[in-house]
């Protein structure tokens, strides 16, 4: 891999940053507000929309998700910001600017891992789930305690848990508050692979290598393929047209002749 970088960091207020970088086939995304445990507010949400789209233009096969400090992923929305707000503005600004970011990284064609490494608190965690991937360290605790605010999820979470764990367990989570270590993290479906603290780094790694060794095309499609089947479009097709697509590529004529020849496949993105 490329030690190659490209850094855009992006200052908004309280010395808060978003930084993009790119490193070989690999762009990370970088959330910074440790001093305030990575609480979000809508600049941070605005900048965070705004790396989504560096990374929807880039050449990227991947995307982590990281955060700033150490212990805390992101213990939520800054309540601090949105305390305050009037129905109309917690409506039209607070909630409407939290979806328009998720929604954008979930929908980025290139798969993306959340490297979950402590605690993922209310939007923490839908943050996490907006990527299509979750590590995290077995010593973090996860969890969508709005309820005990007087409120709800209002960044995804509620339809995102659901896809992932079921009806009931969605609600034993909003409605009882309950934490998740890291390995009831797994087992519940909610995230993709736990390690220790010390070894998070290399199950993270594990994961890229893994996505990065398919072709790059057809691991942009079957993530696409998958949601739009989660959204009940029809895969016969769906998958007729992207594999009509997938077999115009150089790519496909690569895989099979390693498959043929017993060896590892050279993927261009072509």
């Not at 900048?47 to 700033?68: K, N, P």
């Not at 965690?125 to 305690?145: Q, Y």
């Not at 893994?210 to 691991?219: F, K």
């Not at 769906?238 to 004529?253: I, N, V």
Request: glycine share 10%; charged share 20%; proline share 3%.
């Amino acid at each position: 891999m490329s030690t190659e970088t490209a850094p855009v960091t992006k200052e908004v207020t309280e010395q808060v940053t978003v930084e993009y970088s790119a490193d070989g086939h690999t762009a990370t995304i970088l959330i910074d507000r440790s001093a305030k445990l990575n609480a979000l507010t809508l600049g941070l949400l605005e900048d965070l929309a705004a790396a989504t789209r560096e990374v929807a233009a880039s050449a990227a096969r991947l995307v982590i998700v990281r955060t700033g400090g150490q212990k805390v992923f992101c213990v939520g929305a800054d309540i601090n910001h949105f305390a305050g707000l009037s129905a109309a503005g917690m409506w039209r600004d607070w909630i409407a600017t939290g979806h328009r970011a998720f929604d954008a990284l979930a929908g980025l064609r290139q798969p993306s891992i959340a490297v979950v490494d402590g605690l993922a608190f209310g939007g923490g965690l839908e943050l996490a789930l907006a990527c299509d991937f979750r590590v995290i360290a077995a010593e973090a605790r996860i969890a969508l305690p709005e309820t005990g605010l007087g409120t709800v999820p209002g960044w995804g979470g509620t339809e995102r848990a659901t896809e992932l764990v079921g009806r009931a367990r969605a609600k034993e989570l909003v409605l009882t508050r309950r934490q998740l270590s890291g390995d009831e993290a797994v087992g519940w479906g909610l995230a993709t692979a736990v390690a220790p603290q010390a070894e998070l780094e290399e199950a993270v790694a594990k994961l890229s290598d893994d996505l990065l060794a398919g072709g790059p095309l057809a691991v942009q499609l079957g993530k696409q393929l998958i949601d739009a089947a989660a959204d009940g479009a029809p895969s016969r097709v769906l998958e007729a047209l992207a594999g009509g697509l997938a077999a115009a590529t150089d790519d496909l004529a690569e895989g099979v002749a390693a498959f043929r020849e017993k060896r590892a496949a050279h993927f261009t993105d072509n």
